[in-house]
């Protein structure tokens, strides 16, 4: 008898050790694209392109690109060090994905933003979107109801967006959060409302600025931007496992190893 309760215990014990301990170690398979600008193909968009986020609107409006559109890349701007390129990468069994790189001002070349953005709530084909999706930025000749190359049905989306703007150079101070705004974030061929080919768009909003200074105006409480990227280059990486049990199951597991300890003490 007393073998079977110490057999429990190890049991109990190994399986709330794994809990803790286990899921740093384990790696997911996950797919990472290069993010790049947008170029628009005049034959499909009518719209300005060439960008990968805008914020703003008229003459405030301010457009940035990932580092690895600059001139000279791979090579930084001098006397910078931010210069990491962008990237999306998507973990299918979790659902989640995340969209990340250095994005600097093309209206000047001394400031940028660390882009950090966590996607989630994915949503694939036949599942329930909200309204204005899939959002249709292309010419109807560009659609596969017209005969077009573009068949919005094989899009996946992501419902939730959420992530900051960490300002280097001259933005030095700045940290923007966001959320998204309207449409989910999509991604499929021409889902990028620029051209036809493979990408994603999303739309944000400023949820709060953190500042130094005084050269966002176009960054303010409520302002609207969006982003516009090819994604270029799928490779299959390994990320860790970073979960953490939710407290319900900490709490049954707990209990069990309590109870059993109870229970050897009275017999």
Known sequence: ?????????????????????????????????????????????????????????????????????????????????????????????LGTATLKGDA??????????????????LVTLGGILSPGSPKKELKD????????????????????????LTGFGSYTGYVVTLS??????QIGNGANGKNISFGGSGWFQVLSVATSNALLPHL??????????NLVNPVVITEPNTAIPEPSTVILFGSALVGMLLYRRKS
């Open 220 to 229: 303010t409480v409520g302002s609207i931007g969006d982003g516009n990227i």
């Open 1 to 93: 008898m007393m073998n079977k309760r110490v057999g429990v215990l190890a049991v109990v014990a190994a399986s709330i050790f794994s809990l803790f301990f286990a899921p740093s170690g384990f790696a997911m398979s996950a797919l990472r694209y290069d993010a790049e600008r947008a170029i628009v193909n005049p034959q499909y968009s009518d719209k300005p392109g060439g960008f990968t986020f805008t914020f703003g609107q008229g003459g405030t409006a301010e457009t940035f690109v990932f580092s690895q559109d600059l001139p000279g890349f791979p090579q930084c701007p001098t006397g910078f060090t931010h210069c990491e390129p962008g990237y999306l990468t998507q973990i299918d069994t």
């Open 141 to 164: 000749i560009a659609y596969s109801t017209l005969g077009g190359p573009v068949d919005p049905t094989t899009w996946t989306y992501y419902t939730t967006a959420v992530g900051t």
């Open 180 to 185: 998204n705004f309207g449409p989910p974030f």
């Open 104 to 121: 600097w001002s093309m209206q000047s070349a001394d400031k940028g933003f660390h882009v950090d953005i966590q996607l989630s709530g």
